[in-house]
Structures are given as C-alpha cells and as structure tokens.
C-alpha cells in the first residue's frame, strides 16, 4: 500500500497495490500492520455503506466530541469527490481541506482522523461508497455543517442548489454557527468571532 500524506496532519490518500490477471483482481483494502506502520491505529467498530446516483450531495458529517470517529472511505462502484475537513479545534490547518476523487477504477481511499467534517458529490450515474468508523454512532452526536458553508469555500463539481441533498443536509449549519453555539469561539477560534 502507497500511504500518501496530505496538507492536512493525519489525513490519508491510500493506494492500494493490485494483483491482476485473466480472472480479474486481487488487493488488500485494509492492512492493521501496515496502517500501524504509517501511524493510522484506529480500532474500526462499524462499517457503513451508501448508494447514491449522479448528482447526490451528502454531508458534510461529523460525530462531535467524544463520539468523533476516524473514517476510512473507499468507492466499491463509480466515482465521487471526497472531501474531509479538518475541525480539530487545535489543529494548525483548522478549516482547511482535502479534496480526491475515489473512484473503483483507481482503487483509492480516503482516511480521516477523528476530527473531521467528511462529504461527497456523486460523479458517475451511480456510486456505492463504503467507510469503516472508529466509533459507533449517536444520534445525539450529529453535526450536520452545510456544504456551500462560505467560511469553508469548498468547490465542488456542481453548486448545491442544482444537487441532489437530503433534507437534513440541507439544514446543516455553518460551522461559525457551531462553534457559537458550543462556546468554543472565545476560547479556540477568536478569529470567528464576528
């Protein structure tokens, strides 16, 4: 496996190493030791997975505080655009993100420490996405940031108002919002404060 590092600490691009021939593939999606030896030690405990057709926004979703998960996320049909965004209060890259196109032609996954806002956009007429979780899910855990969020100024492939989003997405707050709302701004991010 090809651990590649992004901007953001502890975020993950993975290639995977495939085995081809005549009868097809062969390749290891998740490896213990060798996730251990790039630093990933997260117990997964859950596995989840979607299907969404073209078009489909989703997110961007996070648990908060001590229900945080990690997420390895991978594509099993079609293509999305993945995104993670760091919301580690004492993270130097605290809004910033990751952007990469999984897809089950290239075989990559995204991993995410606990920590992070995750969502994707729907590039291929459908796509099944599969993700592993640290941590188990509550509801009364769930953050649900909006996706065209201007403090995150996120591009995606198509504008949300001509997307496909569930109603609860649709909803989701600004993060500015969130972090007002828990009385964290004072505190970590003064620069949010207005």
Known sequence: MNFIATNLNGAYIIEP?????ERGYFFESYHQAKFAQNGITA???????SRSTYGVMR????????FAQAKL????????????????????????????ELSADNRRMLYLPRGFLHGFA??????????????????EAEL????????????????????????????????????????LIPRYRPDLAS
């Open 17 to 21: 190493q495939v085995f081809a021939d």
């Open 43 to 49: 117990t997964f405990v859950q596995d989840n997975e």
């Open 59 to 66: 997110g961007l979703h996070a648990q908060a505080g001590g």
């Open 73 to 100: 996320i991978r594509v099993l049909s079609g293509t999305i655009l993945d995104i993670g965004v760091d919301v580690r209060l004492d993270s130097p890259t605290f809004g910033q993100h990751v952007a990469t």
């Open 122 to 139: 729907v590039l291929s007429p459908e796509a099944v996405v599969a993700y592993k979780c640290d941590n188990f899910w509550h509801q």
């Open 144 to 183: 649900t940031i909006c996706l065209s969020d201007p403090d995150l100024a996120l591009t995606w492939p198509f504008a949300p108002a001509q997307a496909i989003i569930s109603k609860k997405d649709q909803l989701g707050i600004s993060l500015r919002s969130w972090l007002k709302q828990q009385h």
